[in-house]
């Protein structure tokens, strides 16, 4: 069974960049599974951040793609969301996740850990 | 991008009482559908995939159906659990993924 927790600031000031961690047990991140992260602003839908193979390859949401990047550290077993020039309308529980394989929906998911931006 | 368009966004069912979900993809996505349920407080919890493919675990009295753009969640007999948001996502457009803005299933 794979487990994700995400940690990180709950806090973040407009202009700076928001960085995130997943940690991940159950599972070698560089075995195999994609690895993504999502979010939800307050009383809005799931909106699908990146993703991350474990070959470290990366797909972005196209509409945030400019501040977003997504990395792995097999070291720790861990990956990590780094989203810069962050505003209030990126206030928003951020959730990471993960899917087996290819062309397959989202099998496990974090907690989710509530950012807000704000100074 | 594909848009994924639920309705309703809030739909009232009694106890005992069958629920309909409807999803609609702005292109087809053959049968990449997913749905998802989520409570308050907690992570989303995939209950079909392949758009009528149950997930591990998940009770009979869900079941899922469409290909294409149209697409149905129907829950058989509404339990007290089951009272809680539900949203679809696409994974045809791999790996850009997109979800649906969400249903609230109420009492």
């Known amino acids: 069974q794979v487990h994700l927790q995400e940690s990180g600031p709950g806090l973040v000031k407009p202009s700076e960049t928001l960085s995130l961690t997943c940690s991940v047990s159950?599972?070698?991140?560089?075995?195999?599974?994609?690895w993504g992260w999502i979010r939800q602003a307050p009383g809005k839908g799931l909106e699908w951040i990146g993703s991350?193979?474990?070959?470290?390859?990366?797909s972005y949401n196209p509409s945030l793609e400019s501040r977003v990047t997504i990395s792995l550290d097999t070291s720790k077993n861990q990956f990590s969301l780094k989203l810069s020039s962050v505003t209030a309308a990126d206030t928003a529980v951020y959730s990471c996740?993960?899917?087996?394989?290819?062309?397959?929906?989202?099998?496990?998911w974090g907690q989710g850990t509530l950012v807000i931006v704000s100074s | 991008e594909i848009v994924m368009t639920q309705s309703p966004a809030i739909l009232s069912v009694s106890p005992g009482e069958r629920a309909t979900l409807s999803c609609r993809a702005s292109q087809s996505v053959s049968s990449n559908l997913a749905w998802y349920q989520q409570k308050p407080g907690q992570a989303p919890r995939l209950l079909m995939y392949?758009?009528?493919t149950r997930a591990t675990g998940i009770p009979a009295r869900f079941s899922g159906s469409g290909s294409g753009t149209e697409f149905t969640l129907t829950i058989s007999s509404l339990q007290s659990e089951d009272f809680a948001v539900y949203y679809c996502q696409q994974y045809n457009n791999w790996p850009l993924y997109t979800f649906g803005q969400g249903t609230k299933l109420e009492i």
């Open positions: 991350i193979f474990h070959s470290g390859s990366t």
């Open positions: 392949a758009a009528s």
């Open positions: 159950g599972y070698s991140i560089s075995s195999g599974y994609y």
């Open positions: 996740a993960a899917y087996s394989g290819s062309y397959r929906p989202f099998d496990y």
